[in-house]
């Protein structure tokens, strides 16, 4: 899995990709679902930590949402962007300081790090469905 360290976060853009295919192709519940497992994947094989979780779920959720009101792709990829940036990012503070014993300088210590995370994964969901999309049958 390709991931990288921004600021004591491990960023996984794919998981934001994935986060996006579900909420397009399954909607939001599943979506979560989907999110959890991959959050406990990356957990087992030692490439993730707890705070994948909240970041990703939270994410997968608003974007699932907004695809299941509006289908548009462009608004889903910003509410995958927004959800896990800053709702997720604040939703990763008390997972860190309770579960985790650390001790985050701040509530807002994770947004940018998530916020870099899942943004690029917004960026390649986008352009990897605008080009699926384009592809599928209109039905």
């Not at 990356?42 to 707890?50: E, K, M, P």
């Not at 962007?81 to 709702?87: C, P, S, V, W, Y």
């Not at 300081?97 to 001790?103: I, K, V």
């Not at 592809?135 to 039905?139: D, F, N, S, T």
């Given at each position: 899995m390709?991931?990288?360290?921004?600021?004591g976060?491990?960023c996984a853009?794919?998981?934001?990709l994935?986060?996006?295919?579900?909420a397009?192709?399954?909607g939001?519940?599943?979506g979560?679902?989907v999110?959890?497992?991959a959050?406990?994947l990356?957990?087992?094989?030692?490439?993730?930590?707890?705070m994948?979780?909240?970041?990703s779920?939270v994410g997968?959720?608003?974007c699932g949402i907004?695809y299941r009101?509006?289908?548009?792709l462009?608004l889903?990829?910003?509410?995958e962007?927004?959800?896990?940036?800053?709702?997720g990012?604040?939703a990763?503070y008390?997972?860190a300081?309770?579960?985790?014993?650390?001790?985050p300088a701040?509530?807002?210590?994770y947004?940018?790090?998530?916020?870099?995370?899942?943004?690029?994964?917004s960026?390649a969901a986008?352009?990897?469905l605008?080009f699926l999309l384009s592809?599928?049958?209109?039905?």
């Open positions: 390709f991931s990288f360290p921004v600021l976060s491990r853009p794919v998981q934001h994935v986060n996006i295919l579900a397009v192709f399954l939001p519940l599943w979560v679902g999110a959890f497992s959050s406990l990356r957990n087992i094989a030692g490439l993730g930590s707890l994948a979780f909240p970041g779920m997968a959720l608003v907004v009101y509006t289908h548009r462009g889903t990829c910003i509410a962007a927004l959800g896990t940036g800053i709702l990012a604040l990763a008390p997972v300081a309770l579960l985790m014993g650390l001790s701040s509530y807002t210590v947004i940018v790090p998530f916020l870099i995370s899942t943004g690029a994964g960026i986008y352009i990897l605008r592809k599928l049958p209109r039905g």
